[in-house]
């Protein structure tokens, strides 16, 4: 009951309470009265920190908040308020500052809270907090769902997390804070009533639409409880949709939200807390999320479920289990396992699910962990807490559709199963549809079940299963949907009934012909059921039909009817023991190689018709007992046919003996490939040999062991190949003499081969894969017999292989041809010095086994490389002093060895070309006439123009000689001369580099 304590008149206009004291304010000061009305303190505020206007008193703190934008906060717990903070002027810290519209401070008096108007008189949608002990204001504003700071976070989620946490931010956004409190115990928890603002419902609605398929209604005031930590920043715990019922939120303390209901309207039955007596009826309370079914609970539960629902809203879910493990409550077991589906955490909530006694869930959550991807096991765990939508998410994220379409289906939501099965599962669509049609079966409509049967391809039995009762809709069902099956269905039922011209009919319809054939049978009618059988050609009506033949002792047709059912060993069984032997033969040859090999059984023991024995051995594969029987029978075109079958998994025996009839028949090529056949190499090429049959390249390659044959051995393998390769050498074929030498592994031989087809480019090839001085030898003794003045490329491989031969000997000999042919062909002495030269180095470098020679030959390149590089200066000499010039001349013609290096022509050349020019024809006369005394030939036109010839003998009247044929000087710029020169002179300068 409410008695009076005291009374006294007062001039405030805010009045709060606290034990034995009233507050009340005044200008620039705060009464602190007794009931009775007594000032027993004043609590005074300066000019610059304003007016009190707010006070709010929380635990044994007073927090007062003023006209000029001061925060401060008193400790009540003494006999006499003390500050418990300096006076905070949030003007400096907040722009667009208006004016203070609420504070409220938290239990211990550390943080408080603060609502504002704007410069321009509306709300603003952040909550400020103002810690005391770090002098520190931070914020969150409803309007974009983000606080000012890191630290303060409302969401704390996981990546799988994100889309939820994404939908309750939704409902936060576009508002602005009404009103707010903290807990009358507990200093970390915080509740704000937050509405929608008046100018962004039309915005909000509008996104909410373009994000969701179906439309959403924005409710207007959202209930947000928090938990405020110094280490985790602003945690939102939970929210919800404020109830019609309730007027406007009063406060919080654990474990109730308080409300007050409006006048005239009563309580929903869960919200209801009516038959408390303590609570007036104009107060409704709400428990809060973690402590429904522990109202009722003392201190210690009180704080263990605070410190759950704390480091659940966290994430941490071993400290959340640590707090409640000695709690028995069912409900917080369950509340925590519902937690786990947020954080994933299945081994928690298996300890969840046994304290809370769930055998189901547990059995379901222990089967469902084959499963590999985690979401799809955490959707299990959902399930069996009844978090249907959690659980839908879960499978969607992680795209396991098909156990989405099981989840529907238990669920009742056939349409969406339907629907995710035709978009996502379609491996699954018709099980779906069976399990729907079963599902609409049970509920007793019939005609969707039907469709769905049909959909699902099961209505072939399952209707006629459905509908067995009513036979009349079962026939018109059958009739309607023209299915063979079910006309073959309802044909074996009516034939059941003894029904059977109707049977017939719809056989005939389902084209079961077996089941017309067999029903005329019965009934007698054999004609009618050969005519079926021979119309259709069915092998199961033939072979039904040729066993009531047999029956009836008809062979012909029996064996007629077996052979159109393709029942060969029964028409074979039917003609042995018949003596249809014409028959036989043509059914053996269409049957299997048993059948064939019985059949050829019987005609070898009847003694007749051995020519068709052989056949059928031959047919079934028994090359040997065919060959035996060809032999003894002396079937020898049967024979040639069984010998081209023959390969090299036969027995060797009957190769060589086929082989060995096809040499004495003089079919030499059909004996060697036996003979190859059966892996008698030696005899095919001494074959090949003694008959001239030439060694194709598919004959050696089949006569060429593989190196990976275990059966022979290396040495015998390369012999065979040395062998194939002399006689391919012998019968012409130098190219596979060539390939065969080569897998023999002697190159040498190879490279002979190869030089007898003349083939330059494979010449060059081989060599230069080959990488043997011998072989570069050869191949560079072979290039030289080619035109290699002509081919620049020629001369280079020649100059190369012998450098990579390390003939250097052999080298110099080319260098001294090279020389030569310069100066017999192109009289070009500078080039066959540069020849001589190269001659000279190679032939020192060269380390010949004869050394008595080597000097020789050098002795002898010296002293032609002497001569040359004379008359080499001679001509040079000749531009510059034309008379010295003709006395080196001179003296060089004395020299007796002068043509081993210098053609003497050359020499009397230059003297008789000199003499003409100065008009001495009588001196020019008498040099050509030395000249041609001197050479061998007396071929002086080859040496000087046939007109300066004719001038010197017109010039002393002597009569012109026939001189012989004049020779053109490359020198002079012709074609032939450039080409040369280019040819000759890159090689020696190359090898001089």
Known sequence: ????????????????????????????????????????????????????????????????????????????????????????????????FGSITSVKCSFNGNNVSILIKNTNGSPDSKVFFYDVEMDTINYFDFEIGKASSENYSVFHLEENEVEKGRSEMRELMGRYPVSHFWDQNEPKLFVCEAAVAASKTRHSNITAGSESS??????DVMVASF???????????????????HEALLGLEVPYYYFSKKSGEAENDAESMSGTPSVPQVVARRPLRDFVGLEDCDKTTRDAMLNFSLYLTIGDMDEAFKSIKLIKSETVWENMARMCVKTRRLDVARVCLGNMGHARGARALREAAQEPELDARVAMLAIQLGMLEDAERLYRNCKRFDLLTKFYQASGQWQKAIENAETFDRVHLRTTYYNYAKHLEALGDQHLALSHYEKSDTHRFEVPRMLLEDLQALEVYVNKTKDRSLWKWWAQYLESQADMDSALK??????DYLSLVRVHCYLGNIQKASEIANETGNQAASYHLARQYEARDDVKQAIHFYTRAQAYNNAIRLCKESGFDDHLMNLSLLSSPEDMMEAARYYEEKGLQMDRAVMLYHKSGHFSKAVELAFATQQFGALQLIAEELDENSDPALLSRCSDFFIEHSQFEKAVELLVTAKKYHEALQLCLEQNLTITEDMAEKMTVSKDSTGLSDDFRRELLERIA??????????????????????????????????TEKIVFFTGVSRQREIYIMAANYLQSLDWRRE???????????????????LAGFYDAC?????????NYEKALGAL?????????????????QEERLEQLQNKLTTVKKFVQVRRLYEEDPKEALKQCQILLEESDLDQAVRSGDVYALLVEHHAQQGNYEVAYKYMEEMAAKLPSGNVGFYINQQVTEAIYKAVGAPLKIIGVQRARHSSGEDGGEVEEEVAEEPYNDHED
């Open 1 to 96: 009951s409410l008695r009076n304590a005291g009374s006294f008149p007062c001039d405030s206009s805010i009045v709060v309470v606290h034990e034995d004291s009233i507050y009340t304010v005044e200008p620039n000061r705060v009464q602190v009265r007794t009931l009775q009305g007594t000032v027993k303190q004043l609590l005074v505020f300066s000019e610059t920190e304003g007016n009190p206007c707010h006070l709010q008193i929380c635990g044994n703190f007073l927090a007062v908040g003023t006209d000029k934008a001061h925060v401060k906060v008193f400790d009540l717990s003494r006999r006499e308020a003390k500050p418990h903070s300096n006076a905070k002027n949030l003007a400096e810290h907040i722009p667009s």
């Open 792 to 810: 620049p490329e020629i001369m280079k491989n020649i100059i190369s292989f012998y450098t990579k031969g390390r003939a250097l000997d052999l």
């Open 726 to 759: 002399d006689c391919c050498l012998r019968q012409g074929n130098y190219h596979l003499a060539t390939k065969k030498y080569t897998q023999a592994g002697n190159k040498t031989k190879a490279m002979r081969a190869l030089l007898k087809s003349g083939d």
């Open 506 to 511: 719809y056989y005939e319809k389902a084209q």
């Open 819 to 827: 020389a030569q042919v310069e100066v017999d062909e192109y009289q």
């Open 214 to 219: 179906s439309t959403e209604y924005k409710v």
């Open 227 to 245: 938990f405020s930590t110094q280490e985790h920043g602003l945690l939102l715990q939970d929210s919800f949709p404020k109830i019609e019922s």
């Open 837 to 853: 030269t190269e001659a000279y180095k190679c032939l020192s470098k060269a380390k010949m086994r004869n050394q008595g020679e």
